[in-house]
Nanobody, 124 residues
């Protein structure tokens, strides 16, 4: 059993930055990969970024490379998403998730545990 608790998010003007946090507790040794996804109203949940817990390998949605950075703090069992140069189209509910098997990181259904989600709103 793994619990993911998110923090951060909020309202920011276009061009600004936010950092999201996701703290894992419970049986954290079972985590293979932690990822970030987002879902805008009326749209499907989409992949944002992921980091493999064992070797720190990172993956990003192609359109977000250079603006978003994923990182981790192993001692705190926490993953972060630093979001820079935010645009109104980044507005969405952002979710962190944990994968317990080494599967394709971009696939939503490969993640077993999910955080509660946090709203990010970018104003123009």
């Amino acid at each position: 059993q793994v619990r993911l608790v998110q923090s951060g998010g909020g309202l920011v003007q276009a061009g600004g930055s936010l950092r999201l946090s996701c703290a894992a507790s419970g049986h954290t040794p079972s985590i293979d990969t932690m990822g970030w996804f987002r879902q805008a109203p009326g749209k499907e949940r989409e992949f944002v970024s992921a980091i493999r817990w064992s070797d720190s390998t990172t993956d990003y949605a192609e359109s977000l490379k250079g603006r978003f950075v994923i990182s981790r703090d192993n001692a705190k069992n926490t993953v972060y998403l630093q979001m820079n140069s935010l645009k109104p189209e980044d507005t969405a509910v952002y979710y962190c998730a944990a994968m317990t098997s080494p599967l394709i990181v971009e696939v939503t259904t490969n993640y077993y545990y999910w955080g509660q989600g946090t709203q990010v709103t970018v104003s123009s």
